[in-house]
């Protein structure tokens, strides 16, 4: 009834204005429109609202034993290595661009009769090309056509052109341009992509598979392999955790640093509920339902863990990278870390 009352007289003012010209026509509309839904069905009042108690969940919530984990990687250490369409595509832009740069001018790099034009003279009859590590060609011979590498072709590989540089790099100096005395300078050879670790698959150790990231597993007591994890103690933060985690589980004879405030992961683990059994790390059964440890992303630089004076009661270390993590830890534990490794 009210509503009524109050959309008559407002319907009484609009008429009162609009007999009186004191608005325009787009103001009259857009009045009309308001008007037309104040007229709306009066509000029943008998029917009432009535919002349903928030009970609390009966059942009892888990009790978790908080922890901090150390996720400790190594960097790579070399680029990876490149695919049979990689090596054939650079092979080609590297050839390309020689041929267009064709013809090339020595005497703009190296002045008439001196060493350097001497040396580079020596070399150009025996490499053909400017290049020194793309093969062989002639640009201005009958067979200069023949420019198309075959399947397979060596020049393609990283290995024969490692070992065209390291010959042309053996100089040969001319004392004057009439007697010319050849001596080869020392040039120390490419180290191999495979180290001696890798050879002899040692786990434990840092120089191995230097193209991928390797990371620091420690294993239990109990057999169990995973990060280095402890609890908090007292208002630690995780970062705190993380630092005095380094040194209880390694040792001191490490460059590291802890990267950022934030972990990258957690694993949340339930304790089996046995009678008579206590928990890992608990006084009784009924302390916590599980823990939950969240991981901290930490790098190293140098040194190499030790277990002298280990306080968490690891056994062993490994230098692992993501393929070889999946084969010692458990599927849930995997499942958990997976997604904070790196591929490479």
């Not at 919002?51 to 009790?63: D, I, K, T």
């Not at 070992?163 to 050849?182: F, G, Q």
Request: hydrophobic share 35%.
């Amino acid at each position: 009834m009210e509503l009524s009352i109050r959309s008559a007289r407002g319907g009484g003012r609009f008429a009162q204005m609009f007999g009186r010209g004191r608005i325009c026509t787009a103001c009259r509309k857009s009045l009309q429109r308001q008007a037309y839904s104040v007229a709306a069905a009066p509000l029943d009042q008998t029917s009432s609202h009535h919002v349903a108690p928030v009970l609390e969940s009966s059942a009892p919530q888990p009790v978790w034993r908080v922890r901090a984990g150390l996720l400790l990687a190594r960097a790579p250490h070399l680029t990876r290595d490149l695919t049979s369409f990689e090596k054939a595509y650079y092979l080609y832009q590297r050839r390309l661009n020689e041929r267009l740069a064709l013809p090339f001018g020595r005497y703009f790099y190296f002045k008439k009769d001196t060493p350097g034009a001497l040396e580079w003279k020596r070399k150009v009859k025996d490499r053909r090309t400017a290049a020194r590590d793309i093969g062989r060609y002639d640009a201005y011979s009958d067979e200069s056509w023949n420019d198309e590498l075959l399947v397979g072709a060596k020049e393609s590989e990283t290995q024969h052109q490692a070992e065209a540089l390291l010959r042309d790099s053996e100089i040969t100096s001319a004392a004057n341009s009439e007697l010319a005395e050849r001596r080869k300078d020392e040039v120390e050879p490419l180290q191999p992509r495979l180290t001696e670790s890798d050879r002899q698959q040692d786990v434990g150790s840092l120089n191995r598979r230097l193209d991928r990231t390797l990371y620091l597993l420690g294993q239990e007591a109990q057999g169990r392999w995973g990060f280095p994890a402890a609890d908090l103690i007292r208002r630690e933060s995780l970062n705190q955790a993380a630092e005095r985690l380094l040194v209880q589980a390694a040792g001191a004879n490490m460059n590291t640093w802890v990267v950022g405030h934030h972990p990258v992961g957690h694993h949340h683990r339930h304790y089996p509920r046995v009678e008579g059994t206590a928990a890992p790390g608990t006084a009784a059964p009924e302390d916590f339902d599980g823990e939950m440890t969240f991981f901290m992303k930490a790098r190293i630089m140098a040194g190499q863990p030790t277990l002298e004076g280990n306080q968490l009661g690891l056994t062993s270390f490994r230098w692992l990278c993501k393929e070889e993590i999946e084969e010692v830890v458990s599927a849930g534990y995997w499942s958990a870390i997976k997604n904070m490794l790196a591929d490479r």
